[in-house]
């Protein structure tokens, strides 16, 4: 049903794409040029790309399906200054929450930031990393902390609290405040394009010494170089520096408890984990077994409420989608009625 879904989302997009967005920013492309994708465990949606008659958009799509809202994920590495900002121009055509999280160190500990309001038509939307706006496993997820390890971000999610709702918005000209190893990696990433190849080598090896600040850098020049040869430099640059580290024990155990709360691990299941027992362990008598297996028949009959629930929000959504492409077309068939007559 899932997959269905995105399918008709994607087949949608093209039609609603071609309606006029007013009023577009004069921003450079940042971040949204890089490659995005959805969550799993959010609702679902797709990413597209839009063109206006000055500007590349990214357009994130979303519907209902019991949660409480999408998430797009950009997977990078970056640095921000202790007093640095995150910032984006956003479209949309009705009033909805934004949020923006932020996945730190090799831990990925996550971090995100309160909500945010958007009103109908283009927004200018800052987040600051200093400000204890920002909800994490160490502050029990409520919103007292400043971003964690700001110089080392591995992946940003934006975050559309739509509940119940179906739509999608438009994002332009999202940019970072680097630190100084990444202000350096935007420097040397420059040098990839040199014809001489002493030069392109030693910038090669200073992009490799920076580790991950050089990532977004260089998916910077994946997104928007057009010269092949740059762009299979920087490919396997990507390549080297995105190996998978080894996080120390504290950090994996932070990690684990950020990805128990972004799955929703502990709120919606109430299946008992089982723990190992030492050879003097009790065995469990037949009352304890009947109970437990009585809390397993409780949680899966909730868990087939919510299924039944999820495929209710996906059947209305269907319907609107429907609704949706019978209103393009009676457009388009008033618009090729008006063409004819402006023609006499």
Avoid: C
């Amino acid at each position: 049903m899932r997959a269905a879904l995105l399918l008709l989302i994607v087949s949608l997009s093209p039609l609603v794409s071609a309606l006029e967005i007013p009023d577009v920013p004069d921003a450079a492309p940042g971040l949204e040029s890089g490659e995005w994708s959805v969550e799993p465990w959010g609702n679902p949606g797709a990413v597209d790309r839009v063109e206006t008659k000055t500007r590349k958009l990214m357009k994130l799509i979303f519907v209902p399906a019991g949660k409480e809202k999408a998430a797009f994920r950009h997977g990078t590495g970056l640095g921000l200054p202790k007093s640095g900002k995150i910032s984006l121009q956003l479209y949309s055509e009705k009033a909805l929450d934004l949020s923006l999280a932020l996945s730190t160190t090799a831990a990925y500990l996550y971090h995100e930031a309160k909500r945010v309001a958007v009103k109908p038509g283009w927004n200018k939307i800052e987040f600051d990393v200093t400000a204890p706006v920002w909800k994490t496993a160490s502050s029990e997820w409520k919103y007292t902390q400043e971003v964690e390890s700001s110089g080392d971000v591995r992946a940003l999610d934006l975050l559309i609290y739509n509940q119940k709702s179906a739509g999608d918005v438009y994002v332009l000209g999202m940019h970072y405040d680097p630190d100084e190893p990444s202000k350096e990696a935007e420097k040397l990433v420059k040098d990839l394009s040199l014809d001489d190849a002493d030069k392109r080598a030693a910038s090669e090896k200073a992009l490799l010494a920076l580790g991950t600040p050089a990532i977004e850098a260089l998916n910077a020049i994946v997104a928007r170089d057009d010269k092949p040869e740059i762009q299979i430099r920087a490919r396997l640059l990507l390549k080297a520096l995105e190996a998978p580290e080894t996080p120390s024990p504290a950090q994996a155990l932070a990690g684990a408890a950020a990805a128990r709360e972004r799955v929703g691990m502990v709120a919606e299941s109430n299946v008992p984990v089982a723990m190992p027992q030492s050879a003097s362990a009790k065995t469990p008598s037949l009352p304890d077994v009947l109970a437990n297996a009585e809390k397993q028949l409780q949680s899966l009959r909730a868990e087939v409420t919510q299924l039944h629930d999820q495929t209710a929000a996906l059947l209305k959504t269907l319907d609107e989608a429907s609704n949706l492409v019978k209103q393009l077309g009676d457009k388009s068939a008033k618009a090729e009625e008006k063409g004819p007559e402006k023609s006499k």
